[in-house]
């Protein structure tokens, strides 16, 4: 679940593993990425897509299995402000273990996604598996959020919530799950595209989504700084034509879904860096047009692109290396 960098986001009242083998073999894990990607034209306006706008969403009350471990702000929504910078190798084994359950869980309802399927029945694929994995839904009543799992689809940016609106062909939507799992959380994301795409330029806008993110992964290294990361994906995504939104980051990760340091995803002067044995997240969200928001004025949550031009994110949790990083939400 990304961060948001700003609280003063417009609003808008529009109808809008093992453990010890990964550490061993770190430097194995740092993706190789391909430059191969071709330039088309961003601005053609051959694709067409429905631009979302609320809808409805069922408010239900979620009974979570009593021998489930709950995070701290599930019956309040206060979030803690206890972490750890930097992990002892038993915090990572627990890190790794959340991830492998998010990506599991992620990987599962991407396969059920088809024509038809709501971002309510989206809901309830990640409440039942959570339950069948024994952890909790890290979104649920993080700072109020009302539901399991956010899916934000076509023009909608970030936070989407699960709604009653069915998905129809030419829909892309993300789909970002992160779960607690025996006091540790775990956060990935994914774009997919429903029914067959013929369209050269919707999967582009993946594609590069894509690059930005293993791009950034490729730098990434103990004493790395932080600007650096954000310089590869803002420079990614623009040789492509696309852009990035600015208002969200990622962010460190472990006993809170959401700890320092704030990992933006744009060219900064910040030198602060990473380190050995710290765990983030990476999730940059890439426009094909503005990338200006609005945040929906009648949930609070729900941010969109102000021009109604899509997005795509993808998102891996990260531990730092000496050399490079391991990818926790990789499944071998």
């Not at 709950?70 to 750890?84: E, F, I, L, N």
């Not at 993946?206 to 310089?231: F, M, P, T, W, Y």
Request: net charge negative; proline share 3%; aromatic share 6%.
């Amino acid at each position: 679940m990304i961060c948001c960098l700003r609280r003063g986001l417009q609003s808008s009242k529009r109808h809008l593993i093992s453990i010890d083998r990964c550490l061993k073999s770190a430097t194995n894990r740092t993706p190789n990425v391909s430059r191969s990607l071709s330039t088309i034209d961003t601005n053609s306006s051959d694709t067409t897509y429905e631009i979302i706008e609320p809808y409805k969403w069922l408010n239900r009350k979620r009974i979570i299995h009593e021998d489930i471990l709950k995070p701290d702000y599930a019956d309040t929504g206060v979030v803690s402000q206890r972490y750890d910078r930097i992990k002892t190798r038993d915090q990572l084994v627990a890190i790794a273990k959340s991830c492998k359950i998010a990506k599991t869980i992620l990987t599962e309802v991407g396969n059920r996604l088809a024509v038809g399927v709501t971002g309510e029945d989206i809901d309830d694929m990640v409440f039942d598996l959570c339950q069948t994995y024994r952890c909790y839904p890290s979104p649920l009543n993080y700072r109020g959020f009302p539901k399991c799992v956010t899916t934000s689809v076509n023009n909608v940016a970030v936070h989407g919530i699960p709604d009653t609106r069915a998905l129809v062909a030419g829909d892309i939507i993300t789909v970002d799950v992160s779960i607690y799992f025996e006091g540790f959380h775990g956060d990935c994301a994914h774009t997919y595209i429903i029914g067959e795409c013929s369209d050269e330029r919707t999967q582009h806008l993946l594609n590069v989504s894509q690059l930005c993110l293993l791009e950034a992964i490729h730098v990434c290294r103990d004493g790395q700084k932080l600007s650096e990361i954000g310089a590869t994906i803002e420079r990614t995504a623009k040789e492509y034509g696309f852009n990035v939104i600015r208002e969200f980051c990622g962010h460190g990760i472990g006993s809170n879904l959401h700890e320092p340091p704030q990992v933006l995803h744009y060219r900064h002067d910040s030198d602060e860096t990473i380190k050995e044995n710290m765990c983030i997240t990476i999730e940059p969200v890439i426009t094909e047009g503005s990338a200006d928001v609005v945040i929906d004025g009648s949930d609070g949550w729900t941010v969109s692109t102000e021009d109604n031009s899509r997005t795509a994110q993808f998102e891996h949790t990260l531990c730092i290396t000496k050399d490079g990083a391991i990818i926790l939400t990789e499944i071998d």
